[in-house]
């Protein structure tokens, strides 16, 4: 029996979305402290 995990799912829901367009990133960028951050650690607090 084969089981999936929350990776698995997470991968394969990434990989749907970025063939229908949709770009992803991480958090590690868009996160407060990242390169491209959407918001700031005081909106987040």
């Given at each position: 029996?084969?089981?999936?995990?929350?990776a698995d799912?997470?991968?394969?829901?990434?990989?749907?979305?970025?063939?229908?367009?949709?770009?992803?990133?991480?958090?590690?960028?868009?996160?407060?402290?990242?390169?491209?951050?959407?918001?700031?650690?005081?909106?987040?607090?």
């Amino acid at each position: 029996m084969a089981f999936l995990t929350e990776a698995d799912i997470e991968a394969a829901l990434l990989a749907e979305l970025s063939a229908l367009g949709d770009q992803t990133t991480t958090e590690a960028e868009i996160g407060p402290d990242g390169d491209a951050a959407e918001r700031t650690v005081e909106t987040v607090l």
